[in-house]
């Protein structure tokens, strides 16, 4: 089995997320352009930030993160071009960083999208590139549909790790009563420089093609095509065939109920098939609702249960919350069947005018179904906001994350930061 990774610590820069999705003005629906610079100071110290059970070492730290975005946006079309990075002091060292300068959290990112009559095409590329005794790990939890990147519970030690993501996607009139679409993704990752022998590049191909039917305005079956091949370093390269078939019926304009069966073939493991129901409903005007629960039957492992549940609640004007949850049986990088679980929890408030308060809770587990062996990481953090003019915002918080694995003592970390920093936008 592969050593698992223990959770850094995120950096204070992070937080304030530097790419941000610029909105185009009114005027901006003919046609022009926005963009948006950005710069943060900030200032850091962790405790055991490599998480090492029974260490007591400290990092100090100071960063200034840019970032740069450009957008432009018309009736039919959307295109953005990011561009975001860090420069590193630090001031006092732990075992696995070098005092003085250095630079990280690279990335570059590049989206377009174009609809024509009752057609849309979308292509989309993301690089990142930074040091592992910085790297932010939560980042592995992707808060779109709350699953676990391809090298979770394996990140750890020193070097550097890049990430190249893209996208391709087509869909033919997707709100009709019959459409089709096709999607080609992949990732790659390459490590340099490191000291775990468990990080190996990878590269992970996706391809599929997708349908729907509408029967009647509140009846539709959806249909979708798979297939997956993964390649590393150390295994031959595999892959895994899927099928999906679902129904959706609308049974008022606030509650649809759905129904999935899926199947599974992976090159390399016994097939699986799965079930699950669900529904989706609007409690009120403030609330959203999203269940369901299923199981994935095997002749390997035998029965898996599995679910995902999304609610969000405005709670007032001036309050909010969400919580997320999903757990699947899928492959891993190296042809291990996994169950992944994961789980995201926020609550934001304002407290006045300028000042909100926000507190977010995560938790992954990986667990391989063949030997029970199982890492669990559980990371909370409480941030503080502060408008201090028109232009300018201040950040201070505290994190502290746990991390367990079977047959290894626990090991935490906690941290807390400070920083500053303002956008400017023009628009052209």
């Known amino acids: 089995m592969k050593s698992k990774r223990n959770w850094i ?7 304030a997320t530097l790419a941000i999705v610029t909105t185009p003005a009114n005027g901006q629906e003919q046609g022009g352009l926005t963009s948006r610079f950005s710069v943060q100071q900030a200032i850091e110290v962790t405790s055991n930030p490599t998480l090492i059970p029974d260490n007591t070492d400290t990092r100090t730290f100071t960063s200034t993160d840019l970032g740069y975005v450009l957008n432009s946006r018309t009736r039919s079309s959307e ?11 630090v001031i006092d060292g732990s075992e696995t960083s070098t005092d003085g300068l250095t630079f990280g959290d690279e990335t570059l990112g590049l989206s377009y999208t174009k609809e024509v009559l009752r057609s849309q095409f979308s292509v989309s590329a993301d690089y990142d590139r930074d040091d592992l005794s910085f790297f932010d790990t939560v980042s592995l939890i992707d808060t779109d549909d709350t699953t676990l990147a391809d090298d979770f519970g394996d990140v750890a030690g020193s070097g550097s790790r890049e990430n190249l993501r893209y996208r391709l996607d087509y869909q033919n009139d997707a709100r009709g009563p019959f459409g089709w679409g096709t999607t ?13 022998t468990s990080l190996v590049d990878s590269d992970v191909l996706n391809g599929s093609v997708n349908a729907h039917l509408k029967i009647n305005p509140n009846f539709q079956i959806t249909t979708r095509l798979g297939y997956v091949q993964r390649d590393t370093e150390t295994t031959d390269q595999s892959s895994t065939v899927d099928f999906r078939l679902g129904v959706t019926a609308e049974r008022a304009d606030n509650l649809a109920v759905r129904g999935n069966l899926s199947y599974s073939a992976p090159e390399n493991n016994d097939d699986r098939f799965s079930i699950s129901a669900g529904f989706t409903m609007t ?4 609330s959203s609702l999203s269940f369901d629960a299923g199981a994935t039957i095997s002749d390997g492992f035998g029965t898996r249960f599995m ?20 757990t699947e049986v899928t ?18 408030f304002e407290l006045n005018p300028v000042t909100s308060m926000s507190f977010n809770v995560s938790y992954a587990q990986e667990s391989e179904v063949d030997t029970d062996i199982d890492q669990s990481q559980v990371s909370t953090s409480l941030q503080l906001n502060r408008q201090l003019t028109n232009d300018w915002q201040m950040q201070v918080g505290a994190s502290y994350i746990n991390s367990m694995e079977s047959g290894l003592e626990d090991a935490s970390s906690g941290a807390i930061f400070f920083n500053v920093g303002r956008d400017w936008v023009a628009r052209h």
């Open 9 to 15: 610590v995120a950096s204070a820069s992070s937080i």
């Open 79 to 89: 295109f953005e071009f990011s561009a975001a990075g860090q420069i590193r002091y």
């Open 184 to 196: 080609l993704s992949g990732s790659k990752l390459n490590y340099n420089n490191v000291t775990s």
């Open 283 to 286: 409690p009120s005007e403030r």
């Open 307 to 326: 679910g995902s549940l999304e609610y969000e609640v405005q709670r007032t004007k001036t309050a909010s919350f969400s919580v997320r949850l999903n």
């Open 331 to 348: 492959d891993s990088i190296d042809d291990e069947v996994v169950v992944d679980t994961a789980a995201i929890l926020g609550a934001d």
